[in-house]
Each structure stands twice: as structure tokens, then as C-alpha cells.
């Protein structure tokens, strides 16, 4: 959803900035649908995006946006503020970064008009912890290194439901997925997922294998960090699928019996039902 949003009720979601080509009373439908089915499924609206410019988040609309969740029965909203350059600035073990109040102001307005028990999650850059503590020096340094350090250190951060990790899109050796899970515990006490994409990924060539989740998935236990995060459900490789290349379906299982979830047989997308065309990201909670 695009942050700039002038929705206004009405199930009008002409405005909001959603690519799907049906309109707001199939959208509600198919949400009502999804509950009903898996009444424990937990349905969020992203908010922002790699495309969403600071000039879209300068124009925030907070309160049209909790409307959309109230008007559509929703559990919340997940930050996707993703600045292309903000600007961090590293000293001394500390992060600056120019993107820091309005950070911060967009956490802190979302809280006021979304109070508990709605979600309040964000999308986190997989080096977005870096460049602080004891991760200094951790690589790969660019753009995105430290740019959620100080909204999680600060009050406003503390009120955050759950840290999403985008551990994917940084193909830039040697970024490890394990040490970005590490610097974001030694920052923020809350639930932290650690993210999956199925290949290929939007930036590099890195290649999600069953071996590669497996590993993810012990070390999520064994850290007893909040779960594994999908991204997304709807996506296949090209080529055959096996364990070197699996699809959705085959990692989504694979998290489920990793983890010791219920009901890890049949099929990922049957039992989310036709509507899971509206589960962009699945969160497997610890």
C-alpha cells in the first residue's frame, strides 16, 4: 500500500496502490474467506516498498491507512520503509543516518493510530543492524548498513510487534544471514523473523536450497529468534524443482516440519485456500 494513500472507506481501494485486478468487495471477501478457513492466520497490509520514494512517506497518511485495516478486518501494518541512499554515518561503534526522524516519526504515528493488539511489524534491511556494537565491521558494507539501528533503540522501536529480516537481495559476499540475525538480537528484545526469497532473488544470484533453510531454521531455534519469514508464497524458480531448486511450497513445508509446527502435509497454498493470493509473506512464530 502506498504510504501517500487517500482512501477514505467505502471499499474503495482505487487509491491505494495495489497491483491485483479486482476491486475492494473481492479483496474483503477473499480476506473474510482466508479467516475463516485458518482463523489463527494473522493478515497484514505492507505499507511502502523499494519503490516507495521519500517524498510518498513525506506525505504519510496514517489514519487512512488504519481505516483500510479496520474497513478490511486486518491485524495491522508492516513498515516497508526502504530509503535508497539514507545517508548513515558510523562512529565509535554508533549509527547515524539522515533517515532517522522520519523513521522514527513513521513508527511513532502508526503506533498512535494502530494501539495494541494491532500488529505493528517493519520490514528490515538485511544489513540494516550493522555498523554498531559488535558488528562494526560486519559485511558487506553499503547503503542499507545501520538504517533501522536507532528507531529500534529508541522508545518508539520498543513498541514494534516483530522485525522482519529481508536476509535476501544481498548477494554481495560475505553477507551472512546468521550474523545479520545475531546484530539485530543484540539491538531489539522483541520477535525477529529471518527472511527467505525463492530464487531468483531481485539484486545478485543467490540460490535458496532446502540445506541452506534447514540451516536457517536451526539456527533460528537455536538462537530462539521469532520464526522464518517467506518471501513470498505465490513465487517458483524457473527450472525443475528438487531441494537445489525448490519452489514456495516445498521451503514452506520444509520450515514447517524445521520448526515443529502443526499440520506440515499437503499442500502450502490448499491449505491457505484459493485467497492465498493475498498471503504475500507468511511468518512462522517460534
Known sequence: ?????????????????????????????????????????????????????????????????????????????????????????????????????????????????????????????????????????????????????NVLLSTAGKTLDIVNIMSYDVDIPPYSPKEALRAFQSIFDGKITLGLEIYPEADGDHKLTIAEVDSLAASVLQRKAGGLMLWHLQKSPTGTISASNPDADLVGKEICKKLDLDDCSGSLMGRLGFWSVLVLLVLYLW
Open 1 to 149: 500500500m502506498k504510504p501517500d494513500t487517500s482512501y477514505s472507506g467505502g471499499l474503495d481501494i482505487s487509491d491505494c496502490g495495489f497491483d491485483f485486478p479486482y476491486d475492494g468487495s473481492v479483496l474483503q471477501d477473499a480476506i473474510t474467506a482466508l479467516k475463516k478457513k485458518n482463523p489463527n492466520t494473522k493478515i497484514l497490509v505492507s505499507v511502502g516498498g523499494g519503490t516507495a520514494s521519500l517524498t510518498s512517506w513525506s506525505s504519510l497518511n496514517e489514519a487512512a491507512i488504519a481505516q483500510f485495516v479496520a474497513d478490511f478486518d486486518l491485524d495491522g501494518v508492516d513498515i516497508d520503509f526502504e530509503p535508497s541512499d539514507p545517508q548513515c554515518v558510523f562512529s565509535g561503534g554508533t549509527v547515524s543516518c539522515q533517515t532517522d526522524a522520519q523513521f522514527l516519526d513513521i513508527v511513532t504515528r502508526f503506533r498512535a493510530v494502530l494501539p495494541s493488539p494491532n500488529l505493528l511489524t517493519i520490514a528490515a534491511s538485511g544489513v540494516g543492524a550493522y555498523g554498531q556494537g559488535d558488528f562494526v565491521n560486519s559485511e558487506p558494507s553499503w547503503s542499507g548498513c545501520g538504517v533501522t539501528v
